[in-house]
């Protein structure tokens, strides 16, 4: 079968002083095409860790991620930028907006790093505000914002550069059970519309009935990764 | 990112922080306004100076009798015969004080002739030059002219009550200097000329206690100023202008030293100040960064961005300073002489 992301014998190391952490140890997972798959875990299993890794914002200190079967740990610094920018979306559990930034402008960054041009930029991100609900919302700052409304301006900016995969840590963390459904929705509707691949970081047991895989880490090591299809 | 969208950030982050912006571009304007006003400064000050002196030109060498020696017509005689000298001006210089006039006058003898070396072009108020004859005649400087409030105080036609030592003498005002300002040597707008032979006649002199040289190039004045040293040893005090002005050229280039120095310290100081307020405007943005690189922004486009900032920053204050420091070099010369002393 073919998956999306693949790793293999994944670690991360800490130096915190003179002592190795591990945070990440020997972890072989697979998220396949259009799934929407759980990361969970104790407080301080790795669960960060892993995002990142396969995010490419962090590089690991052994093991392999791969992506449609490519090497994250072969691309140079660019290559990993632009992966970054225009294969996944962000949504992290706090501070994911500009704060002087409007929520239009917002997602309108995002645009101008993948270089997108200036009319198509202001097009996209007022159709992508719109399907969230937000069009009434575009001139807001962050602080105008209400939590669940920044979460999905934040899930519609990692929409805009039409991503194949999305990584969301804890992004119902701050969100009461109605708006959490409300993104859940709108995850499994980005993929069956959009081909994605969600990945999200959840401590919520009643968010993983949506989920098609369950990765259950303990102590910087994979419990088990089950499958619900 | 392109460079248009790298600038509209960078501006957007800079207005963010609106306050402390406005500061660091005050704090490098301040750097550069100093560097701009106080070496301005300098350099006014010392070719104000040269242009004092230039006044009475830079081919002049003055001779004092030292310890009550005169000249004679025989050393006016000799002395013409030195090589490279054009012409030898005869003066008694004393000072005086005027009825009316608070402060010292210097009364100057010579003759007429000798007035354009004197004081450069002779240009008058009113009336003419004295005549060359042993007559009560005088010429008067401006001040003496004319008080304070710019009221006039005598007018050529006038007599001038003048006390030299224990005795009083009146003269006939002749003729009224205009203001020459600060000179070197002698000062015009502070003396009054009379006609040498009347001097000589009413001191009962034979000789005269100052000589003014002129010598035929500057490059003469050297040679010339050798020649007499060698003539005349300790008995004569000798000055040229040539000699002043180096000196006053190489303190000035001094003062400039040390005055861009300050200058220069003031302006390390703001850079200082831009580079901690960058540095700080980076470290608290640590998770904003975060999310720029989550976006797919560089490393190298992060960079670009506060460089940027600081960039516009610096260019912001250079021309604020620019501004500031052209202001300043005007009107510092009349803050200074408001607080120091008033001339004239
Ligand atoms: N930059 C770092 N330097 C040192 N240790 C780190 C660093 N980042 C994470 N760690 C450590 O690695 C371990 C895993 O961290 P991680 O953030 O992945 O946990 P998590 O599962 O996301 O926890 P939580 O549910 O609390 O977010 C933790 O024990 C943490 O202290
Ligand atoms: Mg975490």
Redesign the interface.
């Known amino acids: 079968m073919d998956y999306l992301i693949h790793t293999e014998n994944l670690s991360k190391f800490y130096d915190v002083g003179s002592v190795k952490y591990n945070a990440l140890q020997g972890v072989d997972i697979s998220v396949g095409y259009n799934e929407l798959a759980a990361i969970v875990g104790p407080s301080g299993s790795g669960k960060s860790t892993l995002l990142h890794l396969i995010?490419g914002?962090d590089r690991p200190s052994s093991g392999i991620v791969r992506v449609e079967g490519n090497n994250l740990s072969e691309l140079s610094?660019?290559d990993l930028?632009?992966?970054?920018?225009?294969k996944v979306g962000?949504v992290?559990q706090f501070?994911?907006?500009?704060?002087?930034?409007s929520a239009q402008e917002n997602l309108e960054?995002?645009m101008?790093?993948?270089?997108i041009n200036k009319k198509e930029r202001k097009t996209r991100a007022l159709e992508l505000l719109k399907v969230f609900g937000l069009e009434s919302l575009a001139k807001k700052k962050p602080t105008e914002l209400s939590g669940g409304e920044q979460q999905r301006t934040a899930i519609a900016?990692a929409l805009v550069n039409s991503p194949s995969l999305i990584l969301a840590d804890e992004p119902t963390g701050n969100l009461d059970t109605a708006s959490s459904i409300v993104v859940m929705d709108a995850f499994r509707e980005l993929i069956e519309k959009r081909k994605v691949s969600v990945i999200m970081v959840t401590h919520n047991h009643e968010l993983m009935k949506y989920c098609d895989r369950i990765i259950k880490l303990r102590d910087g090591k994979l419990e088990s990764m089950e499958i619900k299809k | 990112m392109d460079l248009i969208d790298l600038l509209s950030l960078s501006l957007r982050q800079l207005k963010e922080r609106r306050l402390r912006t406005a500061l660091t571009v005050l704090a490098v304007a301040v750097g550069v306004a100093t560097i701009i006003a106080l070496s301005a400064q300098a350099e006014g000050v010392s070719s104000s100076i040269i242009r004092d002196l230039s006044k009475l030109g830079p081919d002049v060498v003055i001779l004092v009798g030292r310890s009550g020696y005169l000249f004679t017509d025989v050393d006016v005689t000799r002395l013409k015969e030195f090589e490279g000298v054009a012409s030898v001006n005869q003066l008694i210089i004393q000072s005086v004080r005027v009825s009316g006039v608070e402060d010292a006058i210097t009364l100057i003898g010579a003759y007429s002739s000798s007035l354009t070396n004197l004081v450069g072009e002779l240009n008058l108020v009113e009336g003419t030059t004295y005549l060359d004859v042993p007559a009560p005649q005088v010429m008067i400087g401006n001040t003496l002219a004319f008080d304070a409030n710019g009221d006039p105080r005598y007018r050529s036609g006038q007599p001038l009550l003048v006390t030299i030592g224990p005795r009083s003498i009146v003269l006939a005002i002749v003729g009224v200097l205009e203001s020459y300002g600060s000179s070197p040597i002698i000062q015009p707008d502070r003396s009054i000329f009379l006609p040498l032979d009347y001097v000589k006649l009413y001191y009962r002199m034979t000789g005269y206690n100052y000589l003014l040289l002129k010598t035929k190039s500057i490059e003469q004045v050297d040679s010339v100023y050798q020649l007499v040293t060698n003539a005349y040893g300790s008995k004569v005090g000798i000055t040229s202008v040539k000699q002043l002005s180096n000196t006053v050229s190489s303190i000035a280039s001094q003062i400039s030293l040390l005055l861009i120095g300050v200058a220069g310290t003031s302006f390390i100081a703001a850079g200082l100040g831009t580079f901690n307020i960058m540095m700080i405007s980076v470290l608290e943005r640590v998770r904003e960064i975060g999310v720029l690189k989550s976006l797919g922004m560089r490393d190298k486009g992060v960079l670009t961005l506060y460089i940027t900032q600081g960039l516009l920053i610096g260019i912001l204050g250079c021309f604020t300073g620019l501004i500031m420091g052209v202001g300043l070099s005007y009107l510092l010369p009349e803050i200074l002489s408001s607080v120091t002393w008033t001339n004239n």
């Open positions: 995010g914002l610094e660019q930028a632009d992966y970054r920018s225009k962000f992290f501070f994911n907006l500009i704060p002087y930034l960054l995002s101008s790093i993948a270089r900016r």
